[in-house]
């Protein structure tokens, strides 16, 4: 069903495309899914409670997990199966973005988490690597593509393939640890995991819906076309700021608490009874790091380009802002990104009942007080978003004071210093290639960049810089062409011929006897 709504403006062939592509690995997901399930029943009855009580081999049992990890991987968009997702994204209308990021992802992950820690028994810890590996490769991916995109849906969209590294990087952590009896940290991983995946909803539903407020009001979603649009559209500019600052993972909001105890679960790997593997983890809390940063950024330039600065486009001043049941549809969400910031302990409790159902243990709370968070007992490790909150709201506030008695002065208003090129104009603004322009040059092995230059004796200059992914000219182009050759030779024995037809069937009745005898 999901599909009809990504394919709703079918008329235009590249959505079309995008709509194929996504039904394509949808299905890829849903029969890996069918094969682990397969595996899983064993002889019994296909229901849960006999998978439960199936006591499979551990070679059965992590082909079982790898095919669970591949399908519902494919449906989370985890690289390298996430080539749908920011083909999705864009062709789809903004409601089905919010609603396939805030939900359908996280459906992938009840799957995985349903498979992994209930359906096949206790795990193996040694399966926790592989979506660990995957998450953190995913999370730098994510976010390096996400800082050179163009189109401001598509950069939401790698936007959310960083995310999902960050939740499958819970994931493997969860494994990991509850694989080598370690079940309070376990349980703490899978806290940071849940917390993430509700966090992610809010998040990323609000920054799509006012992505949609944007393209419905300048019929424009190129960032190099906009610009300004806070000065017209003030109610979609703070609240979609609210989603840009707490998906970048600035506290008090809500994306700081999931990373915040992410990390707090990378810093038990040193405890783990592998030598080598207590030495590597840690070196994932450096990626989660980097991966927090760069969003950062991505978000900087989201927000600036599209709302700061100048109009790049005169038909934006055309622009208007949401209306009161738009606005109503923003508000609760970015309400939401705030009081999940201000108030996990409130939200602890409630998951610490998911925690103890799949792992037999909770995060044990280090503090009684309902405004610290402190899940670590033993460590001085706590936060208190409140605090945070209001330390940051008086140090605003006395700076204020402090100016207004030192500087009396009225206040003088006069022109930016424009470098003496004469009057500024929204060409002199730094452009969303330009913004992403030093991450191609460092990280330009991830790319396959495509330059269009203007020839000398042109008199109005143009260069397009394209970037695509590695990835579809390394796997999927040859996967492509060799699935076509496969078919072509398949269709040869299509002759059209009831003779021909008759020849087969007897065939293979006589490679059936055959069988039959020999047995």
């Given amino acids: 069903s999901s599909y009809f709504l990504v394919v709703t403006q079918h008329r235009r062939p590249e959505i079309r495309r995008a709509g194929f592509i996504y039904l394509l690995m949808a299905h890829v997901g849903a029969l890996a899914i069918l094969l682990a399930f397969g595996v899983m029943h064993g002889s019994g009855p296909l229901t849960f409670h006999a998978m439960r009580v199936t006591h499979l081999s551990p070679g059965w049992a992590a082909t079982a997990f790898l095919l669970a990890l591949l399908g519902f991987g494919a449906k989370a968009g985890l690289v390298p199966l996430h080539v749908w997702l920011p083909e999705a994204h864009p062709a789809a209308p903004s409601p089905v973005s919010a609603l396939m990021s805030g939900v359908m992802l996280k459906t992938a992950v009840y799957g995985l988490l349903r498979v992994a820690l209930d359906l ?24 390096l593509f996400a800082a050179v995109q163009t189109d401001m849906k598509r950069l939401l969209a790698y936007s959310s393939v960083e995310n999902v590294g960050v939740i499958f990087t819970g994931i493997g952590l969860t494994i990991v640890f509850a694989g080598t009896g370690m079940r309070a940290v376990a349980a703490l991983a899978l806290l940071a995991t849940l917390y993430h995946c509700l966090s992610h909803a809010f998040m990323k539903s609000l920054l799509f819906l006012g992505t949609g407020s944007v393209l419905h009001a300048t019929g424009e979603r190129n960032l190099g076309r906009l610009g300004g649009l806070i000065h017209r559209m003030p109610w979609v500019a703070w609240l979609t700021l609210i989603g840009a600052l707490a998906i970048a993972g600035l506290p008090p909001l809500a994306g700081f608490v999931s990373e915040w105890l992410l990390l707090q679960s990378f810093l038990f790997a040193d405890r783990l009874p592998h030598a080598v593997v ?242």
Avoid at 129 to 138: E, I, N
Avoid at 312 to 341: F, N, Q, T
């Fill in 120 to 143: 096949l028994g206790p795990p193996a810890w040694w399966w926790g690597l592989a979506p660990l590996a995957l998450g953190l490769f995913t999370i730098l991916y994510g976010a």
């Fill in 278 to 519: 207590n030495l590597l983890i840690p070196m994932g809390a450096a990626l989660v790091a980097l991966g927090a940063a760069l969003a950062g950024y991505v978000m900087v330039k989201f927000y600036g380009v599209v709302f700061l600065g100048r109009p790049r486009e005169e038909s934006l001043s055309r622009a208007h802002d949401c209306g009161p049941l738009e606005r109503l549809g923003l508000a609760w969400l970015a309400l939401g990104c705030v009081l999940l910031g201000l108030l996990p302990q409130q939200l602890i409790g409630v998951l610490g009942k998911v925690t103890g159902e799949l792992l037999g243990s909770t995060v044990p709370q280090a503090s009684a007080h309902w405004w610290l968070l402190a899940p670590v007992p033993g460590r001085a490790v706590s936060y208190g978003p409140m605090v945070l909150l209001a330390v940051a709201a008086g140090v605003v506030f006395l700076t204020a004071i402090a100016l207004r008695l030192v500087y009396r002065q009225r206040v003088r208003r006069e022109p930016a210093w424009d470098c003496g090129f004469g009057v500024l104009t929204p060409r002199m603004q730094d452009t969303a290639e330009g913004f992403g322009q030093p991450i191609r040059h460092l990280f330009q092995s991830f790319f396959q960049i495509e330059r269009e230059l203007p020839a000398p004796q042109d008199r109005a200059p143009r260069y397009r810089v394209a970037v695509r992914e590695r990835i579809w000219k390394l796997a999927y182009e040859p996967m492509a062409a060799g699935v076509e050759r496969l078919a072509n030779a398949a269709a040869r024995v299509q002759r059209g011929r009831i003779s021909i037809y008759l020849l087969y069937s007897f065939l293979t009745l006589l490679v059936l006897l055959a069988v039959a005898l020999m047995s």
